[in-house]
């Protein structure tokens, strides 16, 4: 017999993404199927308009396009400029109310 | 079974921040498009025109405090901000509406004072046929006290005056006219 018939069969590459769903993911895509993701999307953006967060995320990113001039300006830049000031500068009420309604979420979803 | 809930607690507590944290990173990606947006396709409050205007304010003023550009020897041929230069008297001629003279329009005003009767010699000039009558008769009549009225410009007696030097203007010609 050829060594070749011997030969173990080629691992499937479809087997190492059969592993079980991280948490993460299940929670994701009950938020997601539910439509609950896209409702606290909305909600956060409303509340991030009415207290000026977005009106000042703006002006940081005109003052960057204004120094750097217009077109040598990428998304990426300024992902990068917001970021880590939008994070910080979300206010509390906010950032609890969102909380709230998610941990409500997990809650309801038996997770 | 209180130890599974507090852990479960804490669990759904990381699982909510991160959760959060996704959300608001999706919404700043958004925010950071929209702009990037705005700036790319210029629509942003004439950022460049701004950028624009301080330039030319900026050689403008560079211009007027070049000693070069002033006084002397530029006087006749100032340079404005238009790059166009204009001689110390307008040189235009048109005629003047008054007298039908051929006048250059620097010295248009000037001659309206004369033209128009502010000056002594402006009140001896025919304009209407009542009043040159009236005129011509004036000096050394008694009713040369009158005459002034006539051709007065002056508004603040326009009120009382006008009326008054029409009536007295027509009664001076009714009764000046044999």
């Known amino acids: 017999m050829r060594a070749s018939v011997n030969r173990p069969p080629t691992p499937d590459v479809g087997d190492t993404q059969e592993k079980q769903p991280t948490l993460e993911e299940i929670i994701n895509i009950k938020f997601i199927e539910s439509g609950e993701k896209e409702r606290l999307m909305e909600l956060l953006r409303e509340r991030l308009i009415e207290c000026g967060w977005k009106d000042e995320m703006k002006a940081l990113c005109r003052a960057f396009v204004k120094k750097k001039g217009r077109n040598n300006v990428t998304v990426d830049d300024l992902v990068h400029l917001i970021t880590p000031k939008g994070r910080a500068s979300i206010p509390d009420s906010i950032k609890a109310e969102l909380l709230q309604r998610i941990r409500t979420f997990l809650v309801s979803a038996a997770l | ?178």
């Open chain 2, 1 to 178: 079974m209180s130890g599974f809930n507090e852990d479960n607690k804490a669990s759904h507590a990381q699982l909510s921040s991160q959760f959060f944290g996704d959300l608001l990173d999706s919404i700043i990606v958004d925010v950071a498009s929209e702009c990037h947006r705005i700036a790319r396709l210029g629509l942003d409050r004439n950022l460049e025109e701004e950028e624009e205007e301080l330039r030319l304010s900026a050689q403008a003023r560079v211009r007027v405090a070049d000693p070069s550009n002033s006084g002397e020897s530029n006087s006749k041929y100032v340079v404005d901000i238009f790059g166009q230069t204009h001689p110390p008297v307008a040189n235009e001629i048109f005629d003047c509406m008054n007298c039908g003279r051929s006048i250059m329009a620097g010295r248009f005003a000037p001659h309206l004072e004369k033209c128009m009767g502010k000056g002594r010699k402006a009140r001896l000039k025919v304009t209407r046929s009542s009043t040159a009558v009236q005129n011509r008769y004036s000096q050394g009549s008694p009713v040369s006290t009158y005459s002034p009225y006539s051709n007065s410009t002056n508004t603040s007696r326009l009120s009382n005056g006008t009326s008054g030097v029409a009536g007295e203007e027509y009664s001076n010609g009714t009764f000046q006219e044999p």
